[in-house]
Antibody, heavy 121, light 107 residues
Framework: EVQLVESGGGLVQPGGSLRLSCAGS????????MHWVRQAPGKGLMWVSR????????SHADSVKGRFTISRDNAKNTLYLQMNSLRVEDTGVYYC??????????????WGQGTLVTVSS | DIQMTQSPSSLSASVGDRVTITCRAS??????LNWYQQKPGKAPNLLIY???SLQSGVPSRFSGSGSGTDFTLTIRSLQPEDFATYYC?????????FGQGTKLEIK
């Protein structure tokens, strides 16, 4: 069974840091692009970051650029999101998602169950 | 950034109804358009990719159409498990953007 499991969320003060992890299983992790998507409480979905299958070409939304860094360890089948200088508006559930990047087309499937990040003093 | 606008934002319907949700992109995105379903407290679930391709395991009552800037998600004969929030998402260029969501409620 293809599965993604996030961890690392929690309560952090503004200006603090967190590192999220996403463990993949049931598929060849190193063959897929991966993404982070977040959802603020009661709000819609916002794409955060993506990374190519080999760990190259990281890309981030402007709102997190310079503060968040996506990375991966294919030997450990794990995706990461290092989040620094956290702001209250970064609060939300963070999902990782797999992307087949099939013939140039991208979609997110499956998604992990999400991990909640709360930035508050 | 490409803006995605869904309509309606909410919709009331009955079991057995046919419903259509529309999504408009602020620029041409060819058929780089995906649809997701999200139920409360759960992660989104892919329904349609590349505008009209049905994801494996998704019931055939779901269908997608459109190209360019205008897209539709149609649910034929609503079932009780279909009451959820639906999002469109463009994958034409980063940042990949989502519509604001359409909440489908039971009438």
């Amino acid at each position: 069974e293809v599965q993604l499991v996030e961890s690392g969320g929690g309560l952090v003060q503004p200006g603090g840091s967190l590192r999220l992890s996403c463990a993949g299983s049931g598929f060849t992790f190193s063959s897929y692009w991966m993404h982070w998507v977040r959802q603020a409480p009661g709000k819609g979905l916002m794409w955060v970051s993506r990374i190519k299958s080999d760990g190259s070409r990281p890309s981030h939304a402007d709102s997190v650029k310079g503060r968040f860094t996506i990375s991966r360890d294919n030997a450990k089948n794990t995706l990461y999101l290092q989040m620094n200088s956290l702001r209250v508006e970064d609060t939300g559930v963070y999902y990782c998602a797999r992307d087949p990047d099939s013939n140039g087309y991208s979609w997110f499937d499956p998604w992990g169950q999400g991990t909640l990040v709360t930035v508050s003093s | 950034d490409i803006q995605m606008t869904q309509s309606p934002s909410s919709l009331s319907a009955s079991v057995g109804d046919r419903v259509t949700i529309t999504c408009r992109a602020s620029q041409i995105i060819r058929n780089y358009l995906n649809w997701y379903q999200q139920k409360p407290g759960k992660a989104p679930n892919l329904l349609i990719y590349a505008a009209s391709s049905l994801q494996s395991g998704v019931p055939s009552r779901f269908s997608g159409s459109g190209s360019g800037t205008d897209f539709t998600l149609t649910i034929r004969s609503l079932q009780p498990e279909d009451f959820a929030t639906y999002y469109c998402q463009q994958s034409y260029s980063t940042p990949y953007t989502f519509g604001q969501g359409t909440k489908l409620e039971i009438k």
